[in-house]
């Protein structure tokens, strides 16, 4: 049996965008992406696992955070 996803709010969505943006920071002090394409990808990625982790219930800004940094760490 599958779990309910939760609903994303407006809120959740501010929150979500601020997580992105501390990502995106920490990711482009890590590594040079001069590839554009490889830097929409990786955008792609962050947006994708930060949607999903809130979808499962958690709205926490460091949490986002670190989890999506956790997930483009191991690949």
Wanted: hydrophobic content about 40%; overall charge neutral.
């Amino acid at each position: 049996m599958r779990s309910a996803k939760k609903h994303i709010t407006p809120i959740d969505m501010e929150i979500i965008y601020r997580a992105y943006r501390s990502v995106w920071t920490a990711l482009n002090h890590e590594s040079c992406l001069t590839d554009s394409h490889e830097a929409h990808e990786l955008r792609d990625k962050v947006t994708r696992k930060l949607v999903e982790v809130a979808r499962e219930g958690v709205i926490d800004l460091e949490t986002l955070r670190e989890r999506a940094l956790a997930e483009i760490a191991r690949s």
